[in-house]
């Protein structure tokens, strides 16, 4: 979906799978703004192999996440992103 000139992902649109089973990872929280509590923000990957430890941090929260029964629990404790 596209909305003021922003790319926007609307989770609601997977009818088999619960909101509390899905997160959308991007660099940009515009893109999951219909979702905030289902989104993980990261850095943009900007080509420098050497300094780019996203991939690391990402495998680590997953890990972490993967014990909520809920995954917006374990976003909004991490991230807090509705709390902005």
């Known amino acids: 979906l596209q909305s003021n000139g922003f790319l926007v992902k609307d989770l609601r649109i997977i009818s088999d799978r619960s909101l509390k ?3 959308i990872i991007d660099n940009s929280i515009v893109c999951f703004a219909f979702n905030l509590d289902n989104g993980v923000p990261i850095s943009p990957y900007m080509g420098d192999n050497e300094l780019d430890e996203e991939l690391i941090f990402l495998l680590s929260y997953l890990e972490d996440a993967y014990h909520f029964e809920d995954i917006r ?3 909004i404790n991490n991230f807090g992103l509705t709390n902005i």
């Open 21 to 23: 089973d899905l997160i």
């Open 73 to 75: 629990e374990a976003n």
